[in-house]
């Protein structure tokens, strides 16, 4: 069965500081895509970013960045120098053919 | 463009009572999903449809029915609602095509009592 693992239930930082959202996938798929989801506090759903299972190069997008492993079957997402905005839930998931699987999420507190 | 809207916004049932959960999206997407997010608890997915005319069950499917009523409209029915069918109703679509990201309602706050 396909499953998401967000280990961290809750973090809290500092602004300014970098932080890394953990998230661990199971799927006996070799093609499947992974995604990261915010969800702030009004309670929307917002896509950020997408790498699919045969691409482990890693990107920047300004704050954004991500480190997908595929032998460890690791999808990590960084925020560089959060800020107050960033607060909200992240969510990681694991589409396989219409198939969405998503972790717990991970609570992601900004202070100032 | 609206994107996807949802209907009702928020709803209380009774046990045994049925309702009938709105989704429309004006996208022109082929894809639409029904979600389900419960407390401290990511999304499950409840049922699907890839195209119009065909649905397909999702995780947990068990109690509800659903209506692709056309490209635009996915409808989500309750027939005899439970207390553990409370929960915050999430409708979603994408293209189809290529995994792409899916867009979200602002979802539906149901609670059964």
């Known amino acids: 069965a396909q499953k998401v693992t967000q280990a961290q239930t809750e973090i809290s930082v500092v602004e300014k500081e970098d932080v890394t959202l953990d998230c661990v996938y199971e799927?006996?798929?070799?093609?499947?895509?992974l995604f990261w989801y915010k969800q702030p506090p009004s309670g929307e759903l917002v896509f950020l970013i997408r790498r699919n299972s045969f691409d482990e190069q890693n990107e920047i997008s300004g704050r954004y960045s991500w480190n997908f492993q595929k032998s460890t079957s690791s999808f990590n997402f960084t925020i560089t120098a959060s800020q107050v905005v960033d607060s909200a839930v992240y969510f990681c998931?694991?589409?396989?053919?219409?198939?969405?699987?998503f972790g717990s999420g991970t609570k992601l507190n900004v202070k100032p | 463009n609206a994107g996807v809207t949802q209907t009702p916004k928020f709803q209380v049932l009774k046990t045994g009572q049925s309702m009938t959960l709105q989704c429309a999206q004006d996208m022109n997407h082929n894809s639409m999903y029904w979600y389900r997010q419960d407390p401290g608890m990511g999304l499950r997915l409840i049922y699907y449809?890839?195209?119009?005319?065909?649905?397909d069950k999702g995780e947990v499917p068990n109690g509800y029915n659903v209506s692709r009523l056309n490209k635009r409209e996915f409808s989500l029915r309750l027939e005899s609602a439970a207390p553990s069918q409370t929960s915050v109703y999430f409708c979603?679509?994408?293209?189809?095509?290529?995994?792409?990201?899916?867009?979200f309602g602002p979802g539906t706050r149901l609670t059964v009592l």
């Open positions: 449809s890839a195209s119009e005319g065909t649905t």
């Open positions: 998931a694991v589409d396989n053919f219409n198939k969405f699987y």
């Open positions: 799927t006996r798929d070799t093609t499947y895509y």
């Open positions: 979603a679509s994408r293209t189809g095509t290529e995994f792409n990201e899916q867009f």
